[in-house]
């Protein structure tokens, strides 16, 4: 089993940075990539990153592109998401998730696994 757990603090101001934490515990052989997803109330979950936890592989939606990096410390086993310029539009609340794979569809919620219980982050206007 994986577990993964989000943090971070979650109002900032449009234009302000926010950085987001996934803790991640469990067995490594069960997931060899982390990415990040949000929700709206009543909508699916979009995509925002990725990366490859063993490979220097990221990927973006090209909404968040420029203006998010996703990174990692193997050491802490932790998943960061740096936010950067944010909208209000990049209101909603985010989760960390993991699976296992190789060239698959890592924009999609349905490839990944393991999900986190979510953190909500809010931009004011």
């Known amino acids: 089993q994986v577990q993964l757990v989000e943090s971070g603090v979650g109002l900032v101001q449009t234009g302000g940075s926010l950085k987001l934490f996934c803790a991640v515990s469990?067995?490594?052989?069960?997931?060899?990539?982390v990415g990040w997803f949000t929700q709206i109330p009543e909508l699916d979950r979009d995509w925002v990153a990725t990366?490859?936890?063993?490979?220097?592989?990221?990927y973006y939606a090209y909404s968040v592109k420029g203006r998010f990096t996703i990174s990692r410390d193997n050491a802490k086993n932790t998943v960061y998401l740096q936010m950067n310029t944010l909208k209000p539009e990049d209101t909603a609340m985010y989760y960390c998730?993991?699976?296992?794979?190789?060239?698959?569809?890592?924009?999609?919620?349905?490839?990944?696994?393991?999900w986190g219980q979510g953190t909500q982050v809010t931009v004011s206007s």
């Open positions: 998730a993991a699976g296992l794979g190789v060239g698959g569809r890592v924009a999609s919620a349905s490839h990944y696994n393991y």
């Open positions: 469990g067995y490594t052989g069960s997931y060899n990539y």
């Open positions: 990366m490859y936890i063993h490979a220097v592989i990221l």
